[in-house]
Structures are given as structure tokens and as C-alpha cells.
């Protein structure tokens, strides 16, 4: 008789084969040790290890793995493994009637909400994604959490409003508290930063800020349809002069590169909130961002490991892969 067999390409002898599969079966279907499947054949256990090993190796044991019923589960993967992320959400790619940034906003609201536990600080970063939060966010019931802003509340007053809008208004349907950073983004001076972050209220809610343990906020591109562009904080000569110094994007207001260097600049001195070092050192900071312009934001983001966890579209997400190729 042949004394091997190659049955569904398995190539063993017939005696391996048999003491592979038996050993399978006891480990993966009857749930016995590997202590106890050596005491039952009289094998060591090093000895069962490897059988188990070789069943792996040869096909004798095939594992699939299902997850929940997610559209995008092949592309989460490859972010999260290239990357080395916590966490990755893709949503669909929007319909025409719909809105990239809404479609964001609803999708990490959600998982924002998913996350909520007693005792725990929220950063927010100021910006559209996170200013439509509100208008999808639900938790099935109060938890005792804090949201904070990362970042003072604005650089013109109807932005500062809004930000303290979005904060107090999460913090209200989660059932929990705001802390808001009571001065503008962005000063006229250095010698006014350094004395507002020298008042106590001040100095208390960037420390709230830099205690919280998850953050999320979306990127900025250097584009006439940046935040910072728009509220006159950067003018065309500054977006054309950070271009030519490789800058490709900011978060929190801090310009980095393409390989998610921080690219020093003069409103980093008139800045009143987190840094980047803030943002590596918050154990899970998410990205909310989509769209082609911000691609080269996002991929230099993850580079510079800003953030562990991205929430994007379908398209945006192939983008970031490609490009980081």
C-alpha cells in the first residue's frame, strides 16, 4: 500500500496524517490541552505543539476567520497592518446626495459613542468634521465622562462659539461635562501667549487636555479651503512659503511633511493648545478625514504616528494605501 497520501494537497504519510488530524480534534474540537491530549497518546507536550504546528502548516487544520458583516473589513486590515493603528473605520464612498464630511461625522460619532466609559476625558480638535458630531451623536444611556477642547476656542468669535457649541453639546448628550480652554487659538504675540498660559484657568484645562485618553479630530491641507486660511490666521504668501518648505498639512494648528516631521512655523509661538508631542503621547488618537486633498495630510499624519486609529471613506482609504505605498 502507498504510504502517502496527498488528499486535499496534504502531503503526509499516512500515520502522520492520521495522528495530525487526531490531535486537531481533540485541541480544536473537544477543547482538551495540549497537557491532556499528550496524557491521552502517551506523547510529550513540545511533542503535541508540533503536531499541532505541522497540521497548521500542511492544510491538515484550515482556520477562516469571520468577522461582523463589514463591507470595508479587507481595506481596515491593510491600514491597520501597514500603519500598526489601533483601530481603522471605512465608510462607504457618499452618494451624490450625500456629504463626505457628514458621512464622517455620523461614522465617528458612532464609534466615538461606542467608547464612552465613566471617568474618561474626550479631546476634541476644532474643525467641520467634529463640528457636525452633535447632530448624529446618541449613547444608549448617561455616562459620567468629560469633553475637553484641545485647543483654545477659536480664532474669530463665532468660531470660539462653536467649538464651546460642540463640546458642551456632546458633553450634554452623553451625560457628562465640558471643559472648555478659555482663550483663542491663536494670539497677536508671543508675550500674550506666555501670559495667558500663565493664568490658572487657562493652565488647568490644557492639563484636563493633555490627561485625556482618547482624542480625535481631523487634519488640515495646505489648500485656499483650509480652516486656517479661511479665518485669516494664514495668508496665500504663508500657504505658498510652507509648500516650498515641504509642509503638506497640520494638526491642532502645527505644520508637519510628507514623512510626518513637525515643520517649525511663526504661529507656532502663538498657538495656545496641545502640540504634536501631545498628540503621540494620548494613548488613542483618532483621525476623522476624507477627500483627495487631504490624502497627503493623512498619510503623512500616520507616518508620524499622530494618531492610531483613522476613520475615512472607501476611496480616501485606497488613496492613503497607494500613496504609502
Known amino acids: 500500500m502507498n504510504s502517502m497520501v496527498s488528499a486535499r494537497g496534504i502531503d503526509l504519510s499516512v500515520g502522520d496524517h492520521k495522528l495530525c488530524a487526531r490531535v486537531a480534534r481533540l485541541y480544536y474540537e473537544s477543547g482538551q490541552t495540549q497537557e491532556q491530549i499528550g496524557e491521552l497518546l502517551g506523547l510529550s507536550r513540545m511533542k503535541v505543539n508540533r503536531l499541532l504546528s505541522l497540521a497548521l502548516k500542511t492544510g491538515v487544520v484550515q482556520i477562516r476567520i ?28 457618499p452618494l451624490p446626495e450625500q456629504n463626505l464630511v457628514a458621512v464622517l461625522a455620523e461614522a465617528a460619532a ?36 468629560r469633553f475637553v477642547t484641545l485647543e483654545g476656542v477659536g480664532t474669530s468669535p463665532n468660531a470660539g462659539f462653536a467649538a464651546y457649541d460642540v463640546t458642551s453639546r456632546l458633553a450634554d448628550a452623553a451625560g457628562g461635562t465640558a471643559e472648555i480652554i478659555s482663550a483663542p487659538t491663536y494670539v497677536s504675540s508671543r508675550v500674550v501667549r506666555d501670559a495667558l498660559l500663565k493664568e490658572p484657568s487657562v493652565q488647568s484645562s490644557l492639563d484636563v487636555a493633555r490627561s485625556a485618553a482618547l482624542m480625535i479630530q481631523s487634519v488640515g491641507s495646505l489648500t485656499a479651503d483650509a480652516p486656517l486660511f479661511r479665518h485669516g490666521t494664514l495668508s496665500l504668501d504663508d500657504l505658498k512659503a510652507l509648500a516650498e518648505v515641504g509642509a503638506v498639512g497640520d494638526a491642532l494648528g502645527h505644520f508637519f511633511d510628507a514623512e510626518g516631521r513637525h515643520i517649525p512655523w511663526r504661529t507656532d509661538e502663538l498657538n495656545i493648545g496641545l502640540t504634536l508631542d501631545d498628540l503621540k503621547a494620548c494613548p488613542t488618537g483618532a483621525l476623522v478625514a476624507g477627500g483627495e486633498r487631504k490624502v497627503p495630510a493623512i498619510l503623512a499624519a500616520l507616518r508620524g504616528g499622530f494618531f492610531n486609529v483613522l476613520i475615512t471613506d472607501a476611496t480616501t482609504a485606497r488613496a492613503v494605501l497607494e500613496a504609502g505605498a
Do not use: I
Not at 66 to 93: C, I, N, T, W
Open 110 to 145: 458612532e464609534w466615538l459613542a461606542e467608547r464612552l466609559a465613566p471617568g474618561l476625558v474626550v479631546g476634541l480638535g476644532l474643525g467641520r468634521t467634529v463640528a457636525r458630531f452633535p447632530d448624529t451623536f446618541v449613547v444608549a444611556r448617561p455616562v459620567p465622562c
Open 66 to 93: 469571520y468577522g461582523p458583516d463589514e463591507e470595508h473589513a479587507d481595506l481596515q486590515h491593510e491600514l491597520e497592518a501597514k500603519f500598526r493603528l489601533k483601530d481603522v473605520l471605512v465608510v462607504s464612498d
